[in-house]
């Protein structure tokens, strides 16, 4: 039915780059913010990058500067940007679209699978 399909995930050493795809099928998500999340072993599921539907942008502080978000409506897609990527930035990174650009509402989320993303040292 409705999926959201992440890719670009992988292992990369610290100071690297990646960067995450996601593609929508199934319905468009043209009203609703999309964006990304990211949940390490034993953390929490938080946000990282999110877009509202007219382009305003949510950076989490952890990242900022180094993390930078794009989207494109008539694609269907989201693509996060990763450079000079630490170790902490290890986590099961998931594509996200919802209500909020700033959190998780239940009832509302819709998840990709999880990319997984490994920056060694």
């Known amino acids: 039915q409705v999926q959201l399909q992440e890719s670009g995930g992988g292992l990369v050493r610290a100071g690297g780059s990646l960067r995450l795809s996601c593609v929508a099928s199934?319905?468009?998500?043209?009203?609703?913010?999309m964006g990304w999340y990211r949940q390490a072993p034993g953390g929490e599921r938080d946000v990282v990058a999110t877009?509202?539907?007219?382009?305003?942008?949510h950076i989490a502080d952890s990242v900022k500067g180094r993390f930078t978000i794009s989207r494109n409506h008539t694609r269907n897609m989201v693509q996060l940007h990763m450079n000079k990527l630490y170790p902490e930035d290890t986590a099961t990174y998931y594509c996200?679209?919802?209500?909020?650009?700033?959190?998780?509402?239940?009832?509302?989320?819709?998840w990709g699978q999880g990319t997984q993303v490994t920056v060694s040292s």
């Open positions: 996200h679209a919802g209500i909020s650009m700033y959190h998780q509402t239940t009832g509302y989320d819709n």
């Open positions: 199934g319905r468009t998500f043209t009203g609703y913010a």
């Open positions: 877009m509202a539907p007219r382009g305003e942008t």
